[in-house]
């Protein structure tokens, strides 16, 4: 999409904190983290969310969210959290608290998470 703008960092057109990139998905820093560790998983190809995702083909849904989990792994080991754990959300629609019209899953840790949700 041409207006959007993780799209448009995933294309390299706006800067961001690139912490993880792969075929599949770009992960850059939360601009407004809620925890030491703040990262956005994004998926290279465009759905607005999850519900729009979950519309496609069972084949495209389980690579890229396969593809997210691998990523979250990864990242996790990279940013010293795997052992401790992680939590990755996804915000899906308006109402949730998704301000970005792109699927993107967060991944916070480095301190103990309570109950309260982002």
């Known amino acids: 999409m041409e207006d959007c703008i993780f799209c448009k960092i995933i294309k390299g057109d706006i800067p961001s904190e690139l912490v993880y990139s792969d075929e599949f998905v770009v992960a850059i820093r939360d601009i407004h983290p809620v925890a030491p560790v703040h990262v956005l998983i994004l998926p290279r190809k465009h759905f607005a969310n999850l519900s729009e995702l979950a519309e496609t083909d069972s084949g495209e849904l389980g690579s890229i969210l396969a593809a997210v989990a ?16 992680y939590r990755l959300i996804n915000n899906c629609g308006q109402d949730a608290g998704q301000t970005v019209m792109h699927l993107h899953f967060h991944l916070i840790g480095g301190k103990t998470l309570g109950e309260k949700l982002i």
């Open 70 to 85: 691998r990523a979250a792994k990864k990242i996790a080991e990279l940013e010293g959290i795997a052992d401790k754990g």
